[in-house]
């Protein structure tokens, strides 16, 4: 059996462990195992497979990153061409993957990503692909799945980053907005937010209001706060359905400013007080993983590849309750995993008293 694996869209930590374990799990087996390097972006433009061995997964288990290299926007059903007029068209390129691997006799693949590499790894399948799915995304918004892999690493990040803010907040006495990633999905914000005490947090989940968030500043300003902390994700929606667009698409020139800076002016404005904000970005997804993410990792590269073993093709592996199962990849595939309203952290953090955008 040779199988191949891929590690697709944004990093996360945790996904060099998970590498390692689905390899040295084939390479017991007697496999042999090829990773794709860059995503599956590199099919079409290079030599695409590395052959992975038991020296090429040595003493990665707690490196940040993957040593096979990802790419955002990788999809091999709509890749962007240039046309000779300079307009850009999307093509299905995905023939030329399922050629690749009956090319290089590749009988199977651990398909590691988030929910666009679910998706794609789902229509890989209809293609006849034999397809493992491996949850990863800080975000841990991939349905089905209690937690991704990566998402724990970026909590504590996170966390360690507000806890810094804090001081500073107190000692200039500022309202100080920390923005964090997490997409459409409220879970770093949510996280990270009870866990470092912020006033407020700001997730997709729930619409907020400005009005709603100064008052909670003036009120502990009132009691003798002088100073607040507020966590937005980036996809926080204003009431009135405005989410606030940032990034950089490619031929975009000017970086559009995201919901941190927006709150900075209008909570300075309503409240009187200096604010500063401050974009976590990238740095969530970087560095060493978690213990919690390493097990996890190593947990489910070799459940993907026990999975291939017993045929079990076409599946994701996912953690439910604390345990490992698999699920159909096609359930997977479209759907986002928000944050409930009624879960217990959403409780929590309005029984301790935290605003979370609007005054209810
Ligand atoms: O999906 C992970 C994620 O980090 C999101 O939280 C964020 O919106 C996005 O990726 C950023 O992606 P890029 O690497 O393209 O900037």
């Known amino acids: 059996m040779r199988i191949a694996i891929n590690t697709g869209g944004g990093d996360a930590p945790g996904l060099n462990a998970a590498i390692r374990s689905a390899t040295l799990s084939a390479l017991r087996r007697g496999w042999e195992v090829m990773g794709i390097m860059n995503g599956y972006g590199s099919i079409y433009t290079e030599h695409p497979f590395k052959k992975l061995t038991y020296d090429s997964v040595r003493g990665i288990t707690m490196m940040g990153g993957t040593i096979l290299g990802s790419a955002n926007k990788a999809n091999p059903f709509e890749v962007p061409v240039t046309k000779k007029d300079g307009s850009v068209e999307l093509e299905d390129r995905s023939d030329a993957v399922v050629e690749e691997f009956e090319k290089y006799s590749i009988d199977a693949l651990v398909a590691i990503g988030g929910d666009g590499s679910m998706h794609i790894a789902h229509r890989l399948s209809q293609k006849g692909l034999n397809v493992v799915g491996v949850p990863k995304t800080i975000d841990n918004d991939i349905w089905g799945c209690d937690v991704s892999l990566g998402f724990d690493t970026a909590v504590t990040t996170a966390t360690e980053a507000i806890d810094r803010i804090r001081t500073t907040a107190q000692s200039h006495q500022r309202i100080m907005i920390v923005e964090v990633m997490g997409r459409y999905a409220g879970w770093i914000a949510l996280h990270s937010g009870l866990s470092a005490s912020a006033d407020a947090i700001l997730i997709p989940e729930i619409r907020f209001n400005v009005?709603?968030?100064?008052?909670?500043?003036?009120?502990?300003?009132?009691?003798?706060?002088?100073?607040?902390?507020?966590?937005?994700?980036?996809?926080?929606?204003?009431?009135?359905?405005?989410?606030?667009?940032?990034?950089?698409?490619?031929?975009?020139?000017?970086?559009?400013?995201?919901?941190?800076?927006?709150?900075?002016?209008?909570?300075?404005?309503?409240?009187?007080?200096?604010?500063?904000?401050?974009?976590?970005?990238?740095?969530?997804?970087?560095?060493?993983?978690?213990?919690?993410?390493?097990?996890?990792?190593?947990?489910?590269?070799?459940?993907?590849?026990?999975?291939?073993?017993?045929?079990?093709?076409?599946?994701?592996?996912?953690?439910?309750?604390?345990?490992?199962?698999?699920?159909?990849?096609?359930?997977?595939?479209?759907?986002?995993?928000?944050?409930?309203?009624?879960?217990?952290?959403?409780?929590?953090?309005?029984?301790?008293?935290?605003?979370?955008?609007?005054?209810?």
């Open 211 to 360: 009005d709603a968030i100064a008052e909670k500043v003036m009120e502990r300003q009132r009691k003798g706060d002088t100073y607040s902390i507020i966590v937005a994700a980036e996809g926080a929606v204003e009431e009135d359905g405005h989410r606030f667009v940032k990034g950089k698409e490619p031929g975009q020139s000017e970086q559009l400013g995201g919901i941190g800076e927006y709150l900075e002016d209008v909570l300075s404005e309503k409240t009187g007080k200096e604010s500063r904000s401050l974009v976590l970005g990238h740095l969530q997804r970087g560095g060493t993983p978690s213990t919690y993410d390493r097990l996890i990792s190593l947990r489910f590269g070799a459940a993907a590849i026990r999975a291939l073993d017993e045929k079990d093709f076409n599946r994701m592996i996912v953690m439910q309750q604390n345990s490992i199962k698999r699920i159909p990849l096609e359930d997977v595939a479209g759907k986002v995993k928000n944050v409930p309203l009624d879960s217990d952290t959403i409780l929590t953090a309005k029984e301790i008293g935290i605003c979370l955008g609007n005054s209810k």
